[in-house]
């Protein structure tokens, strides 16, 4: 089980870059710098002006995830009788044609705000099953002989809300950004001094704001259930680790408005909203196999310090 969560790891972290690199390139303005797909003005390495290196360089990265995904796909199939595996091997291969598809459609579609949210979603959501094929791997040797789940517990319920409220809120906040509605609401909490927005822009941004709120409480409350029930280690960590980044998150978004939306600053955002959603993901699948008896839960359990 090596090799498949060696490979888990490094197509996850090469996704993670290609998702950065591709955020940091249309926050440039670079994002149509290829205006064609999958070679750059009809070239295989064209001319790297007007910003033209950042897009090459970004689809130079989404083709190195291919063959790792291949590889990946490969090396589960072996293993797709063990729990969990062959469910999110299934996951991996749909989301990862679709990412393919969706990278060809946001260039045909010149990068228009549905495009870029719908890319960036699946995007998110391929780098997920990534990380939940890293986490199952490492606990596939003690999973064989492990008995079903007896049944969810308030963890898995309330962190994974969280989950799925940081994955909407993170959306929205990209609709905003491939908008230009980063600036529609000049004023906190309010928009522009008025509690009733009168633009698309001001509501989508009022709608970011709201939803940020809400992945805020969620945090914050997964967090005190966690620590309540003493859960293990590894859970309490991640949540916590999670609460501090939408901390920092809400913060950077109130920079981003205050500075006017400084580049660093609004790719700083995109990345850390990214993380929020992905230690609250991996928080979800530790706080499910927490609640299933069995070694499996055990064996990752005793990999994290205890109290």
């Given at each position: 089980?090596?090799?498949?969560?060696?490979?888990?790891l490094?197509?996850?972290i090469?996704?993670?870059m290609?998702?950065v690199?591709?955020?940091?390139?249309?926050?440039?303005?670079?994002?149509?710098?290829?205006?064609?797909?999958?070679?750059?003005?009809?070239?295989?390495?064209?001319?790297?002006t007007?910003?033209?290196l950042?897009?090459?360089?970004?689809?130079l990265?989404?083709?190195?995830?291919?063959?790792?995904?291949?590889?990946?796909?490969?090396?589960?199939?072996?293993?797709?009788?063990?729990?969990?595996i062959?469910?999110?091997l299934?996951?991996?291969?749909?989301?990862f044609?679709?990412?393919?598809?969706?990278?060809?459609?946001?260039?045909?579609?010149?990068?228009?705000?549905?495009?870029?949210?719908?890319?960036?979603?699946?995007?998110?959501?391929?780098?997920?099953?990534?990380?939940?094929?890293?986490?199952?791997?490492?606990?596939?040797d003690?999973?064989?002989?492990?008995?079903?789940?007896?049944?969810?517990?308030?963890a898995?319920?309330?962190?994974?809300?969280?989950?799925?409220?940081?994955?909407?809120?993170?959306?929205?906040?990209?609709?905003?950004?491939?908008?230009?509605?980063?600036?529609?609401?000049?004023?906190?909490?309010?928009?522009?001094?008025?509690?009733?927005?009168?633009?698309?822009?001001?509501f989508?941004?009022?709608?970011?704001?709201?939803?940020?709120?809400?992945?805020?409480?969620?945090a914050?409350?997964?967090?005190?259930l966690v620590?309540?029930?003493?859960?293990?280690?590894?859970l309490?960590?991640?949540?916590?680790?999670?609460?501090?980044?939408?901390?920092?998150?809400?913060?950077?978004?109130?920079?981003?408005?205050?500075?006017?939306?400084?580049?660093?600053?609004?790719?700083?955002?995109a990345?850390?909203?990214?993380l929020?959603?992905?230690?609250?993901?991996?928080?979800?699948?530790?706080?499910a196999?927490?609640?299933?008896?069995?070694?499996?839960?055990?064996?990752?359990?005793?990999?994290?310090?205890?109290?």
């Open positions: 089980m090596k090799q498949l969560l060696r490979l888990a490094a197509a996850d090469v996704a993670l290609t998702v690199l591709g955020s940091w390139t249309r926050i440039n303005g670079a994002g149509l710098t290829c205006p064609d797909w999958p070679l750059c003005r009809g070239r295989l390495v064209p001319s790297m007007d910003g033209t950042w897009e090459w360089t970004h689809r990265l989404a083709f190195a995830v291919a063959p790792l995904v291949v590889a990946l796909i490969a090396a589960a199939w072996r293993k797709r009788r063990l729990p969990f062959g469910p999110t299934a996951v991996i291969v749909a989301l044609f679709v990412q393919v598809f969706l990278g060809a459609e946001t260039v045909r579609l010149a990068n228009t705000p549905i495009s870029v949210v719908l890319h960036w979603a699946t995007a998110m959501a391929l780098i997920a099953a990534l990380s939940a094929m890293a986490v199952f791997a490492a606990a596939a003690a999973a064989r002989t492990e008995p079903p789940a007896r049944g969810f517990s308030a898995v319920a309330v962190v994974g809300a969280t989950a799925l409220v940081a994955f909407a809120t993170m959306c929205v906040g990209a609709y905003v950004s491939s908008s230009g509605a980063g600036l529609a609401c000049l004023s906190i909490p309010d928009c522009a001094g008025n509690v009733v927005v009168y633009t698309s822009g001001q989508v941004q009022m709608l970011h704001r709201i939803a940020a709120a809400a992945t805020l409480i969620c914050a409350g997964a967090l005190a620590w309540a029930q003493s859960s293990p280690a590894r309490r960590a991640a949540v916590s680790l999670g609460v501090a980044l939408v901390s920092l998150q809400v913060l950077l978004g109130l920079l981003n408005v205050a500075l006017r939306l400084p580049t660093d600053l609004r790719e700083a955002h990345v850390n909203a990214a929020v959603f992905l230690t609250f993901f991996v928080a979800t699948i530790f706080a196999l927490d609640a299933a008896p069995g070694v499996a839960s055990r064996r990752l359990r005793e990999s994290s310090p205890q109290r």
